[in-house]
């Protein structure tokens, strides 16, 4: 039988034995810095499969503000459809709102009205004058004529009895014969320049009462149409129509996207009937033509094909109002909150740490991170 001072040796032995590993353990935990207390153990199988499907890498990246909002077309060439026609009287408008048409397309159709003496007065003030114009002409032929014979008989006694009287008389008689010439031809120019004007002016009124269609300038699409009653006279310069050209189309927005926006930034367009995407780029900001825009203009990349009668388009413009690369990242599901302040789940060691993290961009599914990860740490993804 044990004596009582060799049972108390025991006794003291096997409850060292038992502090030890609680002690080691202890001093182990105590290490540990306020954040890292160990949380989470993940599954000891380190296969990349395993662990790929439960961490998450932390990488350097880009991290994008996208903004989007509801787009508009815009036709940056357009123009006002007008009557411009004299005693014009409306037959039909032969478009309707919304209608694509070509250059040379009807537009619209009158009945140009006149008076018949307003064109036989015009024809008879041509008459009259040419047959002034015949006399005028005959008349100062004859002056030309005169003076002609006037200089050979000067010159033909000068040759026979030169002297000084009658050399003087010969160049009189020279100057004489210019002035006659000269006088003969500015009549001839301003009657044929008269006559001329005559005859544009019958071609011109005949030319109105023919021209009484009014037609499409370029290829395009009626916008509004004013109204016009059929069978009256339309006053000169009126508005039939709205038009615009479709070989140029922008795409404009007064949503949010229009604040902050960078001048040339890259913008995505996106059509839903027919579904297509587009790239752009934005050329107007309230920051660059002023706030009375009210919106941003994006010219696209290559032409958009476009049903402009479809009422179930839609078009939603996306574009980056900041945009940050090469700089740290994680997805946004792995950040934690904590009375504000946020920390993830740092995988080290086989051990999940908790670690206090300073944040910078946030996208979407993205996040900058700041300061407390380093490039190729692991964060618990789950």
Known sequence: MLDSRKISVYSVFLILLLLVPVWLFGCSADDRTEGEALLWTPETNTSSQNKNANLVEVSTGTVSRVVSGEGILVYPKNETITCDFNNARLVSVNVKKGETVKKGDIIAKFTIEYNESDLTS?????????????AGLLSYKNGV?????QLRDIQDEYEKNPSDYLRIQVAKAE???KKAKATLDFYEYENSRK???LERS?????QR??????????????????????GNIITPGSSICYMYATDSVWIATNSDISNGMRYNAPAEIEISVPKETYSGRIITAPDVFGNHTGRVVIIPDSPIEIDTNNRLRRIT???SRYSLENVLTLPSKVIYNEDGKRFVYLYEDGFSKKRY?????????????LDGLSEGQWVVAN
């Open 195 to 197: 006559i001329r004007s």
């Open 317 to 319: 413009v996306k574009a």
């Open 122 to 134: 015009l024809e008879s003030e041509l008459s009259i004058f040419e047959k002034q114009h015949k």
């Open 175 to 177: 100057i004489q014969l």
């Open 202 to 206: 019958i071609e011109d009124f005949k």
């Open 357 to 369: 993290v300073t944040l910078g961009l946030s996208a979407l599914n993205t996040v900058q991170i």
């Open 145 to 149: 004529a005169i003076a002609e014979s």
């Open 209 to 230: 009462i023919e021209d009484d269609t009014v037609y499409a300038p370029f290829d395009g699409i009626i916008g509004n149409i004013d109204y016009l009653p059929v």
